[in-house]
């Protein structure tokens, strides 16, 4: 990886996460190919690399067989980021993503297996482990999906540790927490990060679904890349599932106050609603298997991240 000239495919590289990835990818001399249907990937992420020609920008479907065989050509690593991300969309179309998920990633498997990649890493989620036992989640925890979203991101994972265990392709599954940042997009579906600061912004209240005690483990983008970069550089990682995150514990609530407070002290409510089907109570990762592994080591405290959002957010670079 830190050899130039290495052909890299990311798929969903035009989304929040994978453009981040691009962006450390081009920057490490890597040639890059993205495949991504735009469907929730903003071309305006990788715009700058399309044009100066140092990204392939290829629009399409993970569904389609004979599309992802072209993009795997001759490519050295695979960064299976594209999916169908969202919890409630994934009890209101569950046939949908399971589609996406699973048969879009056994095609991105087999294609890398019949070009014998070198790795292939998956963006998998700790929504794969249900509600906790205990806390914090390390990666022998029980898994015990409670949404169709789960349900094929765990799919998803065994279909590549299989694909390891036979010899057919390297694979490393990546277990990410709440991942926030820049480009994150504002939609129904988006994380709670960015739908607070949208409603922030706009003088709305801060809709809380629960009580607002439940938890969560939020990991800043910028950490999230320094560990699925080491994912293809560290031998030891091929064949392991690994979680990713800050390995810390905030309350939703906690979260609604303190940005909040960052708007001026913004005289803007906090609104319950009835909980969500399908989310969990309490979350947050134990991740000293990624430290030991990948040499992972967070450097994003959640109060610099909110800040530098806020920062992005007042410039009007995006919304």
């Not at 920008?57 to 993009?71: A, W």
């Not at 809709?207 to 560990?227: C, H, I, K, M, W």
């Amino acid at each position: 990886m830190n050899k130039p000239g290495k052909l890299v495919l990311v798929t969903g590289g035009a989304g929040f996460i994978g453009s981040h990835l691009v962006d450390k990818l081009v920057d490490r001399g890597c040639s890059v190919r993205v495949l991504d249907d735009l469907s929730t990937g903003n071309i305006m992420n990788i715009r700058t690399h399309v044009d100066s020609g140092t990204v392939e920008l290829v629009k399409g479907d993970v569904r389609d067989m004979s599309l992802v065989s072209k993009c795997v050509k001759d490519v050295d690593f695979v960064f299976h980021l594209a999916a169908q991300i969202s919890v409630p969309l994934s009890v209101e179309k569950p046939e949908w993503t399971f589609d996406v998920n699973v048969t879009g990633t056994l095609n991105v498997l087999t294609a890398s297996a019949k070009e014998q990649v070198d790795r292939l890493v998956l963006a998998s989620s700790c929504a794969v482990y249900g509600e906790p036992k205990y806390l914090p989640i390390d990666e022998k925890h029980p898994t015990n999906p409670i949404s169709p979203y789960a349900e094929t991101k765990l799919a998803g994972e065994r279909y590549c540790l299989g694909f390891d265990r036979r010899g057919m392709c390297g694979c490393v599954a990546l277990r990410f927490f709440n991942v926030y940042g820049p480009r994150q997009g504002f939609n129904d579906y988006s994380g709670v990060i960015t739908r607070f600061f949208e409603r922030a912004q706009k003088g709305l209240p801060l809709v809380v679904y629960g009580d607002g005690l439940q938890t969560r483990d939020f990991v800043s983008v910028f950490d999230v890349v320094e560990a699925v970069l080491a994912s293809v550089e560290k031998r030891e990682a091929a064949g392991k599932v690994l979680n990713v995150g800050s390995g810390k514990s905030t309350s939703i609530k906690e979260l609604a106050e303190t940005i909040l407070k960052m708007f001026h002290g913004a005289n803007v409510p906090i609104s319950f609603a009835p909980p969500r089907e399908g989310d969990i109570r309490d979350s947050y990762a134990d991740i000293s298997t990624a430290e030991r592994v990948l040499g992972y080591s967070p450097k994003v405290s959640l109060a610099d991240g909110l800040s530098g959002l806020l920062a992005e957010k007042q410039s009007g670079f995006r919304k």
